[in-house]
Structure formats: structure tokens, C-alpha cells
């Protein structure tokens, strides 16, 4: 059973950057990053896919947030740059090691989670 540590997380205003780092205790998994903002539900973010390291990118972030990965593949990244307000909320790392594509943004696909990380944005 694969473990992830998140860390990165904190206290921006309105076009800063942070980055987001998740650990997992083994290889082999794709992994992805969910956020959740209070009284919402849980939304994708990105994903990189293990084999091939293909990523893809919720619409809310495509073009701010670049997702990325180690050469050991068992640590990713999440490089966030013109944050806004909006970007709040908690961020959470997840592994699977056999979703298929057509279910890479799916949150219950995922077997395995982190304990989440609070980014907070302030106008």
C-alpha cells in the first residue's frame, strides 16, 4: 500500500506562485492533484500519467500550473504560478496504479491519498 506526503503549501497574494510537492513510499503509480474549497466538492487539477509521464490539466489552471515528476517517479510537483483568490482551497495528492484514461479526473478512481495541503490566496 503506497503512502503519499504532501508538502508546499501556504499563504500567497494574487499572482504569486507556490509549488506543491508530493512524496510516494513506492513507484509505480500514476498521480494526480485534487483540491477541494470549503462547502465544494472535490475537483481535479492535474494529473501525470506513469507510463509516458503524459499530463493533463483541469481548465482552471491549464496554462498556470505545470505538474511534474522526478526522475525516480515517486515524487511529483505542482508549480503554481498567477494564483487567484479562487485557487483556494486544500490540494490533495492521489495515486492509482491502474486508472485508465477515460477516468484520470475522477476522484473516486483513486485508491490512495494524501493529507491534503492548504494553499490560500488573499486579493
Known amino acids: 500500500q503506497v503512502q503519499l506526503v504532501e508538502s508546499g503549501g501556504g499563504s500567497v497574494q494574487t499572482g504569486d506562485s507556490l509549488r506543491l510537492s508530493c512524496t510516494a513510499s513506492?513507484?509505480?503509480?500514476?498521480m494526480a492533484w485534487f483540491r477541494q474549497a470549503p462547502g465544494k466538492e472535490r475537483e481535479f487539477v492535474a494529473v501525470?500519467?506513469?507510463?509516458?509521464?503524459?499530463?493533463y490539466y483541469a481548465d482552471a489552471v491549464k496554462g498556470r500550473f505545470v505538474m511534474s515528476r522526478d526522475s525516480a517517479k515517486t515524487t511529483v510537483y505542482l508549480q503554481m504560478n498567477s494564483l487567484k483568490p479562487e485557487d483556494t482551497a486544500v490540494y490533495y495528492c492521489?495515486?492509482?496504479?491502474?486508472?485508465?484514461?477515460?477516468?484520470?479526473?475522477?476522484?473516486?478512481?483513486?485508491?490512495?491519498w494524501g493529507q491534503g495541503t492548504q494553499v490560500t490566496v488573499s486579493s
Open positions: 501525470i500519467r506513469y507510463n509516458g509521464g503524459h499530463t
Open positions: 513506492l513507484s509505480g503509480y500514476t
Open positions: 492521489a495515486a492509482d496504479s491502474r486508472i485508465i484514461l477515460s477516468s484520470l479526473r475522477m476522484a473516486r478512481e483513486y485508491d490512495y
